[in-house]
Structures are given as structure tokens and as C-alpha cells.
């Protein structure tokens, strides 16, 4: 079966409707299998220049490998199937970026643009999935979770692909502007840091800076360590 919610905000009403749904299922006895994804959909209108896309492409372009070992609760390694329904992205963004066939400088609007990453993706099995977007549910969905029944593992992943669309869309909006605070440079150097060359443990601390305050980054890193 799949449990499938409306859509849902960051409010104690929504939180607290998780852990119903998720005590529900608990005390029905129900588990999840090795086949089970844990898909969120993050709304795609919070995105709204091609910059912020970009920025997003880039972000998941550099830490997928990360992204994943950080998808999931302590201690669970990724499902059985992972690679064929929640297959790597990175690889077909990069390669169309190098070799022009998305241009990141061009004048084309974005739903051209969104248009042709979606034809690079190819078919919704992609751990980022981008099909959604103009068409229908207008989301951006994150395929790589497993399935859970644990409500807090819902609530920090939800978090975590949240952040990840939300500073896509504020590194695009403080680009735009002449001058930028310090917050501001701490988070366009963040940005650059993250496209470098650099050990992978490394590149996560630079990712969850980029994404959380220090109270909330625990939480992935011991994740990360347990991949």
C-alpha cells in the first residue's frame, strides 16, 4: 500500500497529522519492505528565475553522492532498487551543462529551459525528478528516501530537500542585488566552496553550512557517518 498526504507546510498542525498517520500505521502492525520509497514533493513555483534552477542543479550536481548517504535515517543503508528508481542525475546535468546542450548564459526563458533539463532526465526514475514541473503537480520530487514509518525521519527529510529548493531560491535573489551583506557572501562562498575539488566529509560539513544552522546539522552527520 501507499500512503499518500495532501499537501503539507511547516506548522505544528502538519507536523502533528505526520505522526498520527505514521502511529496509525504502527499500531496496525504495518512495516515498510526493502522496496519502499519515501518520495517528497516540494512545491517547484517557490523557484522562480532560472537562476534559482540553476542553483539547485548545481547544489544537487556537486553533493548527489552526499545527498544520498544523508537521505536516510541512522543506520539504514538504501534500498533494494535504489539504482533503477531513483537513479543517479548528476552525471546527465553535468555533461549537458559541459557540453552546451543546456546554456546556462542564454536568453531562453525558463520554461524552455525546464523544458530541455526535463528532456535530458528522460523518464521520472531519477533521484531528483523534475517531470512534475509545468505538468500537473508542478513539484520537485526527491526519490532517493526510503520508506519509513518513523515520523521524525519524514520531518528531517522533508527539511533537508526544503532547504535545499529554499537556498536555491536565495542564492538566486542575492546574486541579483549590487551589494550583498556578510550572511549573504557566507553563502555565495559556501556555493563556490561546494564545486571544489575536496575530500567528500569535507564536502558535507560545507553542505550542511549552507543549509542548516549548527543545531540542526547532528542529525545528518551521524547519518553520514552510518552510510
Known amino acids: 500500500m501507499e500512503v499518500v498526504s495532501p499537501i503539507l507546510s511547516d506548522c505544528k498542525e502538519d507536523v502533528e497529522d505526520i505522526y498520527a498517520v505514521c502511529k496509525t ?3 496496525c502492525g504495518q512495516s515498510v519492505s526493502q522496496n519502499c520509497g519515501g518520495h ?6 517557490y523557484l522562480t528565475s532560472k537562476e534559482a534552477y540553476i542553483n539547485l542543479f548545481e ?3 556537486n553533493a548527489e553522492k552526499i545527498i544520498c548517504k544523508i537521505s536516510n535515517e541512522k543506520d539504514t543503508i538504501p534500498r533494494m532498487g535504489i539504482q533503477e528508481f531513483a537513479s543517479p542525475i548528476s ?3 553535468n555533461d549537458a551543462i559541459q557540453g552546451d546542450t ?3 548564459e542564454s536568453e531562453e526563458d525558463l520554461e524552455q529551459f525546464i523544458s530541455k533539463v526535463q528532456g535530458i532526465q528522460g523518464d521520472r526514475y531519477s533521484g531528483l525528478n523534475l517531470l512534475n514541473i509545468n505538468n500537473g ?3 520537485i520530487e526527491f526519490r532517493i528516501p526510503n520508506g519509513t514509518i518513523n515520523p521524525d525521519t519524514w520531518i528531517e527529510n522533508a527539511r533537508l530537500f526544503g532547504r535545499i529548493v ?3 531560491q536565495k542564492l538566486a535573489e542575492i546574486e541579483k542585488q549590487s551589494g550583498q551583506s556578510k550572511e549573504d557572501e557566507v553563502l555565495l562562498d559556501l556555493k563556490d566552496h561546494l564545486k571544489e575539488e575536496i575530500p567528500e566529509q ?3 560539513e560545507v553542505l550542511l553550512k549552507l543549509l542548516f544552522t549548527e543545531e540542526e546539522r547532528q542529525v545528518y552527520r551521524e547519518r553520514y557517518s552510518s552510510s
Open 166 to 168: 529554499q537556498i536555491s
Open 91 to 93: 552525471h546527465k546535468l
Open 59 to 61: 547544489i544537487w550536481g
Open 40 to 45: 517528497i514533493h516540494i512545491g517547484a513555483a
Open 102 to 104: 543546456v546554456n546556462l
Open 202 to 204: 569535507e564536502k558535507m
Open 137 to 139: 503537480k508542478n513539484t
Open 25 to 27: 500505521l504502527q499500531k
